[in-house]
C-alpha cells in the first residue's frame, strides 16, 4: 500500500554531514510511524531512528544519538534523517520502513513496508 524510495545516500568525509529523504507513496504515511535502519556489509539490520506517527515522539539507538535528527512532512509526505558527524562506522546501506501502528518501534520484522535503500559510505 506504501512505496518507499530513500535519496541522499553518499559518499562523505568524516565528520561530514548527508541528509537522507524518504519519499512515500501509494498513501499518506500521517498514520504511520516511521524508521530508519542500517546495514553494514556482513552484519544484520538494525534500527537506528524512529518517529511516531505525528513526530510528537523520537528514539535513536545509542550509537547516533546527538548525531543524528529524524523528521517528518507529513504535508510532502516524506521522512528525513538529518546525519552530522558522520564516522567511518556509519557506513551502511540506509532503509526507510513504515510501521502502520504508528507508534515507534524497533524490531525490523514490525515494519510492514520498505524502501530499496540508499549507501551511505564514510571515509576515514
Known amino acids: 500500500q506504501v512505496q518507499l524510495v530513500e535519496s541522499g545516500g553518499g559518499l562523505v568525509q568524516a565528520g561530514g554531514s548527508l541528509r537522507l529523504s524518504c519519499a512515500a507513496s501509494?498513501?499518506?504515511?500521517?498514520?504511520?510511524?516511521m524508521g530508519w535502519f542500517r546495514q553494514a556489509p556482513g552484519k544484520v539490520r538494525k534500527f537506528i531512528a524512529g518517529i511516531s506517527r505525528s513526530g510528537g515522539s523520537v528514539r535513536y539507538e545509542d550509537s547516533v544519538k546527538g548525531r543524528f535528527t529524524i523528521s517528518r512532512d507529513n504535508a510532502k509526505n516524506t521522512v528525513y534523517l538529518q546525519m552530522n558527524s558522520l564516522k567511518p562506522e556509519d557506513t551502511a546501506v540506509y532503509y526507510c520502513?513504515?510501521?502502520?501502528?504508528?507508534?515507534?518501534?524497533?524490531?525490523?520484522?514490525?515494519?510492514?513496508?520498505w524502501g530499496q535503500g540508499t549507501q551511505v559510505t564514510v571515509s576515514s
Open positions: 520502513a513504515a510501521d502502520g501502528l504508528g507508534y515507534i518501534r524497533s524490531a525490523s520484522r514490525a515494519y510492514n513496508y
Open positions: 501509494g498513501r499518506t504515511i500521517s498514520g504511520y510511524a
